[in-house]
């Protein structure tokens, strides 16, 4: 008699968690927006070269929570962007002077696995592996002021492609379940990731690899409401920034400006990368 008024005085901590513990718990979700990121880059070599731009492209954003146990559980989620918007990136020298323009484009693909341990029903520690590559295309290569840039030809197009393997941990609040007793629902996570495998190509430079290492963080959460049972539709929003180490130099080949075959050494420069993405999300669990 006494657990069973106990529990009637306390009926949402109570009596809702063994119900999200069981078929209740857990959902999938798919996100549609777009993805907005501000990349620069910086070199303080034989003289100062700094590039900034800004780039935006579609981002569709899937994956899901699924249950382990009463304190643990596990997500997955898979981001990939695509038909980027070309843009405009300006490179200025140690006076400010902008030397060099050229189009540039950038596509990201990335997937998350996290295993959540649920601290409270509400708070949870998470920590997991993710995999993720990032393509930076350049043309349309122009100089300005007079310069001519003695590794890259006016109009030349080229690409750096870096794949990288990340281990991620913070902290999350996920009720873990779509079914509660209110029908707007509020989740979000902050995480910090450092890479144990980076490498980054650039077409340019035929058979080098860069080995980089720098560190990122993101805050994301989403909102949302039931439409029906099992079904919420939302807002999503995520702010990350990412910093890249300049790397050690590299010798490389190429050919110049002037169609000649050179050799020499080259470096990934600083580079930081700010993004912030926005879309409606669906969630579901049927």
Known sequence: MKKRCWLGLFPATLLAFPTFANDKAGYSYITMGVENITYQESYSGQGVAKSDVSASSPMLNTGGLYRINEKFDFSIDALATFSPVSTTETWHGNNGQAYQKNQFEYLKTSTNILIHYKWTPDWRIVAGP?????????????????????????????????????????????????????????????????????????????????????????????????????????????????????????????????????????ILPDAETYSFNTGIQALWSF
């Open 130 to 266: 993710s995999l993720t590559y990032q393509s930076y295309k350049r043309y349309g290569l122009e100089g300005l002021n007079g310069y001519e840039n003695p590794v890259f030809r006016k109009g030349d197009t080229w690409e750096e492609k870096s794949t990288d393997i990340f281990i991620d941990a913070g902290v999350a609040y996920d009720n873990g379940t779509l079914f509660g007793s209110n029908k707007w629902k509020l989740s979000g996570r902050w995480i910090i990731g450092v890479p144990i495998w980076s490498t980054t190509e650039n077409t340019k430079f035929v058979d080098t690899t860069f080995d980089d290492f720098g560190f990122r963080t993101s805050l994301e959460g989403t909102l949302s409401y039931e439409v029906m049972k099992g079904l919420h539709l939302g807002w999503y929003v995520m702010m990350g920034y990412e910093k890249r180490f300049e790397t050690d130099p590299e010798p490389v080949s190429f050919i110049d400006n002037q169609g000649e075959e050179r050799q020499g050494l080259a």
